[in-house]
């Protein structure tokens, strides 16, 4: 029997996505506007992962991560990943995520 029935539901925050927003892009550091990026794993169709899971990304890196041809499945992992972690450091150095 599948396991799926004991999925938790996803954690969702407007002032998170917002957040991210903010930041510069993890990827290329632009600061004419990033857009919260969720990563394209761990998800079913039509359907976000949960917004923990965001990177900041300007619209190009956004736009090349989503529907570009230059990267291979593995590079687009690697680059989302990468940006995902550049932004949740910013955040924290920042005092924008902070651990109660």
Known sequence: ???N???TPKFQSEKLRRAVASQECGACGSMA???AAHQNELKG???KVSD???AALCVNCHRELDQGTKMTREERREFW???Y???I???IERGMLVVK
């Open 85 to 87: 972690i550049t932004t």
């Open 45 to 47: 169709m039509g359907l």
């Open 1 to 3: 029997m599948p396991m």
């Open 81 to 83: 990943k990468n940006a």
């Open 89 to 91: 450091v910013r955040m």
């Open 5 to 7: 029935y004991l999925k």
């Open 52 to 54: 923990a899971r965001c």
């Open 33 to 35: 506007g990033s857009q």
